[in-house]
């Protein structure tokens, strides 16, 4: 079975500095990766996914992530960092061997806290 | 555009009581999920559906039954509820059970059973 890691529970930046959040998945081929960000009192919203293909992939909002499969990980990146940015990220991976939404695996999120 | 809504927003509970949270979905998904969002535990899957009148179970289903008698409907039932059922609870809902189909999230249930 698949499975996710998000080492950092909580991490502070200042507005403007740039923003790594990690994302680690252990699955035997390579997966299908999302970055979901829950704002304060709203549903997950999909920012960006990998399916196959260039390893860079870019987002909504400026994000973008970088599939590094020596590594297991799929990190998230942002150049600066907005107030508004402040929110709940969370890394996904989904099976692409008869991948089914309902055989995602949502990792357990980093808590993104922006300081002016 | 409505997309996923989810009612109540907040609700609280006593031990024993019954309570259904509602789903619905405006954009004639096929697939509607429900998860359960806790501290350290990420989102975890408690039941989906691909359709009307088919539903199956995910990661952790027991004390909750779900039914899918409209394309629209997915409600969420606690037939007992217990203090392990405090969460928030989404619901999600995608075109068909595929993984290349986005999933759109309802805003939550934060559901307190005392």
């Known amino acids: 079975a698949q499975s996710v890691t998000q080492p950092d529970i909580h991490i502070t930046v200042s507005e403007g500095a740039s923003l790594e959040l990690r994302c680690n998945y252990s699955y035997g081929a390579t997966p299908y990766l999302f970055w979901y960000v829950q704002s304060p009192g709203q549903g997950l919203q999909l920012l960006l996914k990998?399916?196959?293909?260039?390893?860079l992939v870019q987002g909504i909002k400026g994000f973008e992530a970088e599939f590094k499969r020596s590594q297991s990980s799929f990190n998230l990146r942002k150049p600066s960092v907005h107030w508004s940015d402040a929110a709940e990220y969370f890394c996904?991976?989904?099976?692409?061997?008869?991948?089914?939404?309902?055989?995602?695996?949502f990792g357990t999120g980093t808590r993104l806290q922006v300081t002016l | 555009n409505a997309g996923v809504t989810q009612t109540p927003k907040f609700q609280v509970l006593k031990t024993g009581q019954s309570m259904t949270l509602q789903c619905a979905q405006d954009?004639?998904?096929?697939?509607m999920s429900w998860y359960r969002q806790d501290p350290g535990m990420g989102l975890r899957l408690i039941h989906y559906?691909?359709?009307?009148?088919?539903?199956d179970q995910g990661e952790v289903p027991n004390g909750y039954n779900v039914s899918r008698s409209t394309t629209e409907d997915f409600p969420l039932r606690l037939l007992s509820a217990a203090p392990s059922q405090t969460s928030v609870y989404f619901c999600?809902?995608?075109?068909?059970?595929?993984?290349?189909?986005?999933?759109?999230f309802g805003n939550g249930t934060r559901l307190t059973v005392t």
């Open positions: 996904a991976v989904g099976l692409t061997e008869g991948g089914t939404a309902s055989k995602l695996t």
């Open positions: 954009m004639n998904h096929e697939y």
């Open positions: 999600a809902s995608s075109s068909r059970d595929s993984i290349n189909s986005p999933l759109h």
């Open positions: 990998y399916f196959s293909g260039d390893t």
């Open positions: 559906s691909v359709g009307a009148g088919i539903t």
